[in-house]
């Protein structure tokens, strides 16, 4: 028999994969994606460019970045059962995550048998997934879905399908910003997900919606909302110390805050603070929101040193996600659905990494049930009762 390692509670430093996407190092608040610095590379790459780097290594040449982006544009039209899927989940105004999850098991509908192979998959489902969200928000909202736009970008395009009209380059550069600095993160736990599920030699659209459904909880792709309805409860920085310290009195946690990798500031806050800035700068209420994030960003770190001493507790991604898409404007339902959007580069990209080099994942557990009991029939228990 071979020999079983000790129970680590939720794998914590367990290695499960080897990949040459992404480094996260928790200890000095870094974020490698493929050999560059997420802060070097997120606020001035292109999404495609991204994508390209996550699934072949290397930043594409201009031939190989046109093919990508002119594929993305190919495949962004949903199937007709897809459409009349939201509109079912639109009419129970099901939440957005629960209808992008329930679409992304139509996505390898209405394709050629050509477009059945992993790598090819990965692009459609890359590519429908703003369409599908985009359709679903249109329809819950009463209103027409827009076809997509060929001629622009994946964040361009995710952006005129939501709001029917051209984005500002300002906006598109945003939604860029975001959509990279979040398009892998080491072995997280959707990411993971993806990855036992292809190593069965299942397929990528089976990962990518087991991967949506892992992304959904509050403790992974679930906090910016919550992140955000924080900040406009307090509504006053003044506010911010009494209410804070009434969540942790009371055993909550505080969302935006925490993680289980970085005990220092998550980089990828940096990043998305950078890029809020700039939508919090053009008018004067904008400009007290941003102040207000930022108090109750500075308490909130505080207080948990205070109430949690040595968890090292620092803000995540999540808290400047809020801050940033509730700046594009984009509606608090679509932070987790939009986060989605933007992993789901990394989500093919790691299904593709596992299918060419990986093993079967089966992890062993520890059994702590009962042990040598004796079979008693039915009749045997009813005379017993
Ligand atoms: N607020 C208050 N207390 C916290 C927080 C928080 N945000 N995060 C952790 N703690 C506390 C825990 O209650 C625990 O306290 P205890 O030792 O007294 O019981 C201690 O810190 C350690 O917490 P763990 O659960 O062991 O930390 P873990 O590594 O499992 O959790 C997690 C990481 C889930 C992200 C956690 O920090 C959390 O719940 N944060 C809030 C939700 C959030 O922001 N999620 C987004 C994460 S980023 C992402 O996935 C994209």
Redo the contacts with the bound molecule.
Sequence with gaps: MSAVAPYQP?LEGIVAAQTRLSHVDGQEGALILAGYRVEEIAPVAEFEEIVYLLWHGSLPTPTELETLRQELAAWRTLPGATVDLLAAAARERLPAIDALRMAAGTLDLELPAAMHVDAKLGIAVLARMPSIMATYWRLRQGAEPVPPDPALGHAANYLYMLCAEPPSPAAVRGLETYLNTVADHGL?ASTFTARVIVATRSDIVSAITGALGALKG????G?PGPALDMVFEIGDPARAEAYLRAK?EAGE????????IYKVRDPRAEVLAAAARTFYTASADKRELYALAAAVEATAVRL?AAY?PG?N?QT???FYTALLLHGLGLPTELFTPTFAIGRAAGWVGHALEQIATGRLIRPAAHYTGAVDRCWVDIAARTAAA
């Design positions: 939720g997280n509050p403790l992974h792709g906090a942790l946690r505080l969302m935006g805050f925490g993680h289980r948990l949690k968890r507790l995540n991604v999540e």
